[in-house]
Protein backbone atom coordinates (compact mmCIF):
# COMPACT_ATOMS: atom_id res chain seq x y z
CA UNK A 1 0.00 0.00 0.00
CA UNK A 2 1.48 3.64 -0.91
CA UNK A 3 2.30 5.67 2.19
CA UNK A 4 -0.15 8.57 1.75
CA UNK A 5 2.03 12.35 2.00
CA UNK A 6 0.56 15.45 3.20
CA UNK A 7 2.48 18.71 1.49
CA UNK A 8 2.63 20.05 4.77
CA UNK A 9 5.16 16.98 6.01
CA UNK A 10 7.61 17.41 3.37
CA UNK A 11 10.76 19.16 5.75
CA UNK A 12 10.69 21.58 2.57
CA UNK A 13 7.47 22.93 4.17
CA UNK A 14 8.67 22.71 7.72
CA UNK A 15 11.26 24.42 6.96
CA UNK A 16 9.48 27.54 5.92
CA UNK A 17 7.22 27.12 8.69
CA UNK A 18 10.06 26.75 11.03
CA UNK A 19 11.88 30.34 9.18
CA UNK A 20 8.21 32.46 8.98
CA UNK A 21 8.98 35.60 10.52
CA UNK A 22 7.62 36.06 14.17
CA UNK A 23 4.97 38.48 13.43
CA UNK A 24 3.61 36.15 10.93
CA UNK A 25 0.31 35.09 11.55
CA UNK A 26 -2.57 32.92 10.56
CA UNK A 27 -5.49 34.71 9.31
CA UNK A 28 -8.32 33.28 10.81
CA UNK A 29 -11.36 31.22 10.21
CA UNK A 30 -11.07 27.89 10.13
CA UNK A 31 -11.55 25.25 7.29
CA UNK A 32 -11.55 28.13 4.69
CA UNK A 33 -7.73 28.52 5.98
CA UNK A 34 -7.22 24.90 5.25
CA UNK A 35 -7.92 25.39 1.46
CA UNK A 36 -6.58 28.86 0.59
CA UNK A 37 -4.25 29.83 3.88
CA UNK A 38 -3.50 33.31 4.43
CA UNK A 39 -0.57 34.81 7.05
CA UNK A 40 -0.53 38.59 7.99
CA UNK A 41 3.22 40.17 7.57
CA UNK A 42 3.60 43.55 9.48
CA UNK A 43 5.94 45.71 6.96
CA UNK A 44 6.42 49.21 7.51
CA UNK A 45 3.70 49.47 9.94
CA UNK A 46 1.27 48.16 7.23
CA UNK A 47 -0.25 44.48 7.73
CA UNK A 48 0.23 42.70 4.34
CA UNK A 49 -1.82 39.45 3.82
CA UNK A 50 -0.35 37.02 1.78
CA UNK A 51 -2.42 33.96 0.22
CA UNK A 52 -2.34 30.81 -1.85
CA UNK A 53 -1.81 30.90 -5.25
CA UNK A 54 -5.31 30.12 -6.52
CA UNK A 55 -6.75 27.66 -9.48
CA UNK A 56 -6.57 30.26 -11.79
CA UNK A 57 -2.83 31.79 -11.18
CA UNK A 58 -1.67 28.57 -11.44
CA UNK A 59 -3.05 27.77 -14.56
CA UNK A 60 -2.00 31.70 -16.08
CA UNK A 61 1.56 30.92 -14.94
CA UNK A 62 1.55 27.32 -15.32
CA UNK A 63 4.80 27.57 -17.32
CA UNK A 64 6.16 29.90 -15.01
CA UNK A 65 5.61 27.99 -12.38
CA UNK A 66 6.84 24.47 -14.67
CA UNK A 67 10.10 26.20 -14.56
CA UNK A 68 10.36 27.44 -11.13
CA UNK A 69 9.31 23.80 -10.15
CA UNK A 70 12.44 22.37 -11.85
CA UNK A 71 14.44 24.69 -10.63
CA UNK A 72 13.38 23.42 -7.23
CA UNK A 73 13.04 19.84 -7.72
CA UNK A 74 16.53 18.78 -6.57
CA UNK A 75 16.57 20.61 -3.05
CA UNK A 76 12.49 19.77 -2.56
CA UNK A 77 13.58 15.40 -3.39
CA UNK A 78 16.74 15.81 -1.23
CA UNK A 79 15.09 17.46 1.63
CA UNK A 80 12.52 14.95 1.58
CA UNK A 81 15.35 12.01 1.51
CA UNK A 82 16.25 13.29 4.96
CA UNK A 83 12.75 13.82 6.30
CA UNK A 84 14.47 16.77 8.44
CA UNK A 85 14.36 19.94 8.15
CA UNK A 86 17.79 21.08 7.70
CA UNK A 87 19.42 24.72 8.24
CA UNK A 88 20.17 25.21 4.72
CA UNK A 89 17.26 23.79 3.11
CA UNK A 90 15.32 27.31 3.34
CA UNK A 91 17.97 29.00 1.92
CA UNK A 92 18.53 26.56 -0.89
CA UNK A 93 14.95 27.17 -1.26
CA UNK A 94 15.42 31.17 -1.73
CA UNK A 95 18.29 30.40 -4.10
CA UNK A 96 16.37 28.79 -6.52
CA UNK A 97 13.44 31.13 -6.00
CA UNK A 98 15.80 33.91 -7.38
CA UNK A 99 16.75 32.29 -10.08
CA UNK A 100 13.29 33.14 -11.32
CA UNK A 101 13.26 36.72 -9.82
CA UNK A 102 10.68 38.13 -12.30
CA UNK A 103 8.17 35.32 -12.00
CA UNK A 104 8.63 35.17 -8.50
CA UNK A 105 8.41 38.81 -7.63
CA UNK A 106 4.85 38.51 -9.93
CA UNK A 107 3.80 36.01 -8.05
CA UNK A 108 4.63 37.13 -4.81
CA UNK A 109 3.11 40.68 -5.57
CA UNK A 110 -0.04 38.57 -6.73
CA UNK A 111 -0.07 37.15 -3.25
CA UNK A 112 -0.24 40.05 -1.34
CA UNK A 113 -2.22 42.02 -3.38
CA UNK A 114 0.71 44.71 -4.39
CA UNK A 115 2.18 45.77 -7.60
CA UNK A 116 5.78 44.49 -8.47
CA UNK A 117 6.94 48.09 -7.58
CA UNK A 118 5.92 48.16 -4.19
CA UNK A 119 7.73 44.75 -3.65
CA UNK A 120 10.89 46.01 -5.37
CA UNK A 121 11.34 49.04 -3.18
CA UNK A 122 11.19 47.07 0.15
CA UNK A 123 14.14 46.96 2.22
CA UNK A 124 16.39 44.02 2.18
CA UNK A 125 15.25 42.43 5.34
CA UNK A 126 11.36 42.79 4.86
CA UNK A 127 11.46 41.55 1.73
CA UNK A 128 13.20 38.60 2.20
CA UNK A 129 10.31 38.16 4.95
CA UNK A 130 7.73 38.28 2.51
CA UNK A 131 9.37 36.19 0.24
CA UNK A 132 9.86 32.90 3.09
CA UNK A 133 6.30 34.31 4.22
CA UNK A 134 5.19 33.47 0.75
CA UNK A 135 7.11 30.34 0.69
CA UNK A 136 5.48 28.73 3.54
CA UNK A 137 1.98 29.36 2.16
CA UNK A 138 2.66 28.30 -1.22
CA UNK A 139 5.14 25.44 -0.93
CA UNK A 140 2.59 22.81 -0.44
CA UNK A 141 1.55 23.36 -4.68
CA UNK A 142 5.41 22.78 -5.79
CA UNK A 143 5.60 20.12 -3.33
CA UNK A 144 2.61 18.08 -4.52
CA UNK A 145 3.42 18.84 -7.92
CA UNK A 146 6.97 17.44 -7.50
CA UNK A 147 6.92 14.76 -4.96
CA UNK A 148 3.21 13.85 -4.34
CA UNK A 149 1.85 13.38 -7.61
CA UNK A 150 5.00 11.26 -9.20
CA UNK A 151 4.82 9.48 -6.21
CA UNK A 152 1.28 8.67 -6.18
CA UNK A 153 1.59 8.09 -9.90
CA UNK A 154 4.50 5.25 -9.07
CA UNK A 155 2.15 3.81 -6.66
CA UNK A 156 -0.61 3.25 -9.15
CA UNK A 157 1.30 1.81 -11.85
CA UNK A 158 2.61 -0.78 -9.13
CA UNK A 159 -0.86 -1.49 -8.67
CA UNK A 160 -2.42 -1.97 -12.00
CA UNK A 161 0.65 -4.04 -12.78
CA UNK A 162 0.15 -6.34 -10.24
CA UNK A 163 -3.67 -6.52 -10.56
CA UNK A 164 -2.84 -7.40 -14.38
CA UNK A 165 -0.69 -9.87 -13.31
CA UNK A 166 -2.57 -11.27 -10.79
CA UNK A 167 -5.54 -11.38 -13.49
CA UNK A 168 -3.25 -13.42 -15.80
CA UNK A 169 -2.57 -15.92 -13.17
CA UNK A 170 -6.25 -16.54 -12.83
CA UNK A 171 -6.98 -16.22 -16.55
CA UNK A 172 -4.43 -18.81 -17.41
CA UNK A 173 -2.12 -19.55 -14.67
CA UNK A 174 0.38 -17.59 -16.55
CA UNK A 175 3.72 -17.73 -14.55
CA UNK A 176 5.19 -13.74 -15.87
CA UNK A 177 3.10 -11.07 -16.86
CA UNK A 178 5.06 -7.97 -18.73
CA UNK A 179 3.94 -4.43 -17.97
CA UNK A 180 6.54 -1.36 -19.15
CA UNK A 181 9.25 -3.43 -19.45
CA UNK A 182 9.28 -5.32 -15.84
CA UNK A 183 8.69 -8.71 -15.51
CA UNK A 184 6.97 -9.70 -12.32
CA UNK A 185 7.32 -13.66 -11.73
CA UNK A 186 4.33 -15.25 -9.52
CA UNK A 187 4.49 -18.48 -8.18
CA UNK A 188 2.27 -21.16 -9.00
Not at 59 to 65: E, M, P, R, S, V
Not at 159 to 178: E, N, V
Request: with cysteine.
Amino acid sequence: MAEKISPSDHPAARAALQNTPNDAAPAEGGDLDILLPERDLEINGETVTVRELNFGEQLKYGQALAALAESLRPVLQEAGKTQESAPDTLTLILDALSLHAETVSTLVARCCDKDKKWLETLPGNAGENLLILWWSVNSSFFIRRLIVRPQQLKAEIARQTLAAALKRQSDGGASSARSSGTDITLAT
